[in-house]
């Protein structure tokens, strides 16, 4: 069992708090604001192998390629030096919803691009535009290492819809695609960060 699994009880009556503060707000991101958001940003993390692994078994809304990989697989990813795996956890002033999040990018350094893996998060924290600042630290994270192109792709399935349009609005532009599979470009030097400012994002 991860810390999550173990923590379920605790997480679920911390959310039952957020629903209840959350009706004396009527506009969301005065509600956001209040909740003292913070995300640590783990790279690379073998610590965390098996929770990362358990994510890509079990989450699929909010899921874009519904990847699923074993801890072997999250290990080769973290020992390839083509390859690194960022994940998060999430905390507000209700408590830790533990590591919950997920992107493994995988770099081409004769081409100078890169490619989302994996993109995934639980959703127990959705809405909560905590997807915006992850984005905003990996493509600066893949910036970093003087990469000009970044592709991605979404993969439909039964449960990830509400992603489907995920990489549009981050800015991505359409390649090619289907009812089944959509790829998508970026150029990074395009890349509009949304700069969440009560999101305090902290590295692991």
Same mark, same amino acid.
């Given at each position: ?7 379920? $009880? ?15 707000? @009527?506009? $969301?991101?005065?509600f ?7 995300? +640590? ?15 890509? =078994?079990? +989450? ?5 390629? @519904? ?6 697989d ?10 690194? /795996?960022?994940?998060?956890? /999430? ?7 533990? /590591?919950?999040?997920? #992107?493994? /990018?995988?770099?081409?350094?004769? +081409? ?10 639980? #959703? ?37 819809? =509400? ?38 994002v902290?590295?692991?």
């Amino acid at each position: 069992l991860t810390a999550e699994d173990q923590n379920k $009880i605790k997480m679920y009556k911390q959310q039952v708090k957020r629903e209840s503060i959350k009706k004396e707000f @009527t506009d $969301i991101e005065d509600f956001l604001s209040s909740l003292e958001l913070k995300i +640590t940003i783990f790279e690379n993390d073998e610590s965390i192998i098996s929770r990362m692994s358990q994510m890509t =078994q079990k +989450t699929n809304q909010f899921n874009l390629t @519904t990847q699923r990989y074993t801890e072997a697989d999250i290990r080769n990813f973290i020992d390839n030096l083509d390859s690194n /795996v960022y994940a998060f956890s /999430v905390a507000d002033k209700f408590g830790d919803s533990g /590591v919950t999040g997920l #992107c493994i /990018v995988s770099n081409n350094s004769k +081409t100078e691009s890169a490619e989302i893996d994996t993109l995934l998060m639980s #959703c127990r924290i959705i809405g909560r535009n905590i997807e915006s600042a992850f984005m905003d630290y990996v493509i600066g994270k893949i910036k970093e290492k003087k990469i000009g192109e970044l592709k991605a792709k979404y993969i439909k399935k039964l449960k990830n819809d =509400q992603v489907k349009e995920f990489y549009d609005k981050c800015g991505f532009k359409l390649v090619d695609g289907d009812e089944s599979k959509i790829n998508y470009v970026l150029s990074l030097k395009d890349y509009k960060p949304r700069k969440i400012e009560y999101i305090e994002v902290i590295n692991g």
